[in-house]
Structures are given as C-alpha cells and as structure tokens.
C-alpha cells in the first residue's frame, strides 16, 4: 500500500488549497480513505473519511462547512477541497487508508505527509 499527497503549501488565510492523494496496492473499495492533520507536538486530529463502498464522508467538527473530500475511483485518487482556510489549519497532512469505523482511532496505513501553511 502507498499513499502520496500533493499539493500543499503557503496560502493567505481566507484562501483556498486542494491536496491530492493517489493510492496504489489495492483496489478502490478495499480500504476506506481519509485525511488526518498534525501539528508537531500536539495530538494528530481526523479531518474527513470517506467509506469507499458508499460514499459516505464524514468529517471533523473543526473543517465541517469548509473541508471537502472526494474521491475518483478510476484513479485511486482522493481529494481535499480546503476553503476559507484558517491560521489554526495549519499542519501537516496526511492520506490514510483502513476502515471508516474506527477512523477517529487510527488507520491502518499512512503517507508521508504535506506541509499546509495558512499565512499572512
């Protein structure tokens, strides 16, 4: 399983960001997608999940309204639309995969990360 995100970086605040992230080693529907954030030294946060089966996405009390998730099943590839980003945004972000019921907990696999700055 690998799991690389792209398209973070420096964005005024009020602005807008899209990641990207193309997941490979297994077939679209087999694990559930989702978007965690860290901030070093504080506790990583779920950002959104999508269930890859239904379509279901649920996301974090502090992006609803502002974050949205989706997904191209043809390439693997889900998305992070970020609107109306906020200093406190910033962080490190992450593309996981594993199973939407335990999404808050932990998934099972994890990519690298990308750095989205939110700044004046």
């Known amino acids: 399983v690998q799991l690389v995100e792209s398209g973070g970086g420096l964005v005024q605040p009020g602005g807008s960001l899209k990641l990207s992230c193309v997941a490979s080693?297994?077939?679209?529907?087999?694990?559930?997608l989702g978007w965690f954030r860290q901030v070093p030294g504080k506790e990583r946060e779920g950002v959104s999940c999508m269930n890859t089966r239904d379509g279901n996405i649920y996301y974090g009390d502090s992006v609803t309204g502002r974050f949205t998730m989706s997904s191209d099943s043809a390439t693997n590839t889900v998305y992070l639309q970020m609107n109306d980003l906020k200093p406190e945004d910033t962080a490190i972000y992450y593309c996981?995969?594993?199973?939407?019921?335990?999404?808050?907990?932990?998934?099972?696999?994890w990519g690298k990360g990308i750095l989205v700055t939110v700044s004046s």
């Open positions: 080693g297994f077939s679209y529907g087999t694990y559930d």
């Open positions: 996981t995969a594993g199973d939407v019921r335990f999404w808050k907990y932990g998934m099972s696999y």
